[in-house]
């Protein structure tokens, strides 16, 4: 056994700064390592999958070290995203890029230079630009973290030339740590991210890519856009991305979305920089449920509640579908990875990665599009398959993918298998798969009849099975290597050595069944059914519908603040509150994502929901000893006990206030927020008991605020009155007032 050794005292300020401003409890793991060897001065090399959790690893050494840390980053709209939940959080944060103008740049640059600036982002333009580096080295620069590293190397596949001028950075700063972090994990690009950056003896995390809540299905490509619906219509409040190869099929697919009520959007490279600025910010707003889009959306955004991306059609190589799959629940919620495969696909992309490219590039190419073929074909755990790609080995299936949830069951193929190469050799081989199936089935198209086939001695000899059973069995075969593909004979199959073996019935072959695609989903709709109902956590609970509350909260403050939803607080954190219903301070903060800073700005909101939603659960009461004596209630009494609850705690309060307590004094004896005090009493006031008004409105004071309500027109949103009175009253004043004009 290991010996359990005290944390290093920096690792312990590192863990109270993630809870005091990211409001979470642990490390993931690496993290730790990661922060703890950024602490003591290291060039470090971090290598984590979307999602995992890099933006920590730099964020909390700049926090507790002195000094800025300056990072780079190269995507505009991420830096401005990043800055903002960096401040949500209470974390003095800036950027300077081409959008900054020049009086806010030398703001930055001020506060930079007194050194109350935690973190400054900037574009590889701007730092390289004339004099910046001049001016960093009068700041005192804790660390440089360049994100995206990847973007150095011209292997990856994201290169951009100013990257590769940030070895500059070690010549003007010998001495400082930098640490680059990427989503990408292959050999090349990491060596070239040490040697362009002269990285001295870097300590290198590789971090597992596994992103074990990413549920990876892949689906034949029939009906993409009815298999779309339908999944859209089981979740029709989950933000998702369709993956797009064509501008055109993107808004084909998106107008279609539309005219069906969804709340959908396109986004290509073809449209102007506004035109996408503003999708994208209705996507990160929540305004729109659905983008579909090209590859070319994604990079920069940073949203955390994608619940879904699906591939429209197969993307060329794994690395880049690991990358976009990735953009789903990068806040550890459950999501879906949905990809449509068709072997026209296949084809059609085949031809475009080895278009106008030198050979030895096709080659690559076209090895690549292998392997994504394979994973789509694959008869066993996708996400294995996957990770050996990365080069990582899961050790066992993991239970959330479409072929661990619905095995298929291997049979004898044998007499499938020879009806196919039959057909296929009567053809004199000069058919592609498509037409192979058609004469398999005994279908009666232009295609079959122009040559002839409908007079072969196996026409029709497969027409028991529907087509996707033989689209199936043919792509196995292809894979088993009884079949090859002449590209250059407009893909028409042909039998190998092997295949010639299993005609003359010298060699058996097994075949894989796969369940139909409706009943499997039933299953696991059934058993999710099942789990979701024993949490009580089903569409209609009150967890649910306290869940749906909080999320229109969030999206009400959102839209007030002017920033995406998840920088308020994130799916998860919401997931969380609806369950634990946190109506105290402590409590609050105990929720994952609830720093300091966010529970100072929006706790109170949040509580307040919680409690006006109903019952909360019962708080120990001083009242409540009677309780332990009673008998156990029945529903109803339960029920009533509830509204007890309420009650009382609301007596509690307005008994204290009746002793002379001021709020904060009662929220501090109660353990509560004092929203929740100021609650109480506006809801005591409300029901015709006693306050002592004049504790927080004098007699004019409330004059005043009558005046302004009878301009606004007798009876203000909130808000409107807040504003008018410039701010003069907070909101429990004016709902004071409200109340006692009421009362009259
Ligand atoms: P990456 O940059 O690697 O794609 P992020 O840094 O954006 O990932 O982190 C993804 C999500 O995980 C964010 O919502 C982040 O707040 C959350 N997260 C990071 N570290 C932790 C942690 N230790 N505990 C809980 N959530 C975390
Ligand atoms: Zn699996």
């Keep these: 056994m290991s010996a359990v050794t005290a944390p290093a005292p920096q690792l312990t300020a590192a863990r109270q700064a993630l809870k005091r401003y990211y409001g979470y409890d642990n490390f993931r793991p690496m993290q730790g390592d990661i922060i703890q060897s950024i602490l003591a001065g290291n060039d470090t090399v971090v290598l984590m999958p979307t999602g995992g959790g890099k933006s920590v690893c730099f964020q909390i050494p700049a926090v507790v070290s002195e000094g800025v840390c300056v990072v780079v980053s190269p995507l505009i709209a991420l ?184 709340k959908a959007g396109h986004y290509h490279a073809g449209m102007t920089p506004n035109q996408r600025g503003s999708v994208q910010e209705a996507f990160l707003q929540d305004d729109l449920q659905v983008i579909v889009a090209t590859i070319a959306f994604g990079m920069g955004i940073d949203k955390s509640n994608v619940r879904w991306v699906m591939h429209y059609n197969l993307p060329k190589n794994i690395e880049g579908y690991y990358q976009e799959i990735g953009r789903a629940g990068r806040d550890g919620s459950p999501a879906t990875a949905l990809l449509f495969y068709s072997f026209a696909d296949v084809m059609s992309m085949r031809e475009m990665v080895t278009k106008d490219v030198p050979q030895r590039q096709a080659q690559l190419n076209t090895a690549k599009l292998e392997r994504m073929q394979q994973f789509a074909e694959a008869a066993s755990c996708r996400r294995r398959i996957l990770l050996h790609y990365f080069s990582e080995d899961l050790g066992h299936d993991c239970g959330n993918c479409d072929i661990c949830r619905n095995p298929p069951i291997t049979f004898d193929g044998t007499l499938l298998a020879q009806k196919a190469l039959s057909a296929s050799a009567r053809t004199q081989q000069r058919v592609a798969i498509n037409l192979l199936i058609d004469i398999l089935r005994g279908m009666r198209n232009q295609a079959v009849l122009q040559h002839g086939y409908d007079q072969l001695k196996t026409y029709g000899a497969g027409q028991d099975l529907p087509y996707l059973d033989w689209y199936s069995y043919v792509h196995q075969m292809l894979n088993d290597g009884l079949f090859y593909i002449a590209y250059e004979e407009g893909y028409a199959l042909k039998i190998t050595e092997r295949g010639q073996q299993v005609l003359k019935g010298q060699l058996p072959v097994s075949l894989k069944k796969f369940q139909v695609a409706e009943k499997a989903e039933k299953q696991t709709r059934a058993s999710k059914k099942a789990a979701a109902d024993a949490a009580a956590a089903g569409s209609g609970s009150p967890e649910a519908k306290l869940f749906e509350r909080l999320r229109q909260l969030r999206k009400q403050i959102a839209d007030e603040q002017g920033v995406p939803p998840y920088v308020v607080f994130t799916d998860t954190t919401l997931q969380e509150m609806a369950r634990e219903q946190p109506t105290s301070r402590v409590a609050m903060l105990s929720v994952s994502g609830v720093g300091m800073k966010k529970f100072e700005t929006y706790g109170e909101a949040f509580i307040e929901a919680i409690i006006q939603h109903g019952p909360p659960r019962p708080v120990p009461n001083v009242e409540d000893a009677e309780e332990d004596f009673a008998p156990a209630p029945t529903p109803r009494t339960a029920a009533k006990a509830a509204d007890r609850d309420v009650n009382s705690t609301e007596d509690t309060t307005f008994q204290l206030h009746r002793q002379g307590l001021t709020p904060d004094q009662i929220a501090e004896q109660r353990g509560l927020v004092v929203g929740t005090v100021r609650a109480h009493l506006e809801r005591a006031y409300a029901k015709g008991l006693d306050l002592r008004l004049q504790d927080f409105l004098s007699d004019s004071q409330v004059a005043e605020i009558a005046a302004a309500r009878a301009q606004l027109g007798g009876a203000p949103a909130l808000r409107d009155l807040f504003d008018h009175l410039r701010e003069k009253y907070d909101y429990f004043q004016l709902r004071l007032a409200g109340i006692k004009l009421q009362r009259g």
């Design 79 to 262: 830096m401005k995203d990043q800055v903002e939940a960096l401040k949500a959080n209470g974390i003095v944060a800036a950027y300077i890029n081409s959008s900054v103008g020049q009086s806010e740049a030398s703001d930055i640059t001020r506060a930079a230079l007194s050194g109350h600036l935690k973190l400054l982002y900037v574009s590889p333009e701007k730092l390289l630009s004339d004099g910046f580096l001049q001016f960093l080295t009068r700041v005192n620069v804790s660390i440089f973290a360049i994100d995206e590293a990847h973007c150095i190397s011209s292997w990856g596949h994201d290169f951009r030339p100013e990257y590769t001028q940030l070895g500059a950075l070690r010549q003007h700063f010998p001495s400082t740590p930098i640490i680059a972090l990427t989503a990408t994990a292959d050999r090349l690009t990491q060596r070239d991210i040490r040697t362009q950056l002269h990285l001295h003896e870097p300590k290198v995390f590789l971090s597992s890519f596994d992103r074990p809540n990413i549920n990876l299905v892949v689906r034949p490509g029939q009906d993409r856009l009815g298999q779309i619906l339908d999944f859209i219509g089981r979740h029709p409040k989950d933000a998702g991305i369709i993956y797009c190869l064509s501008r055109k099929t993107c808004e084909t697919v998106a107008q279609k979305l539309q005219q069906k009520g969804i």
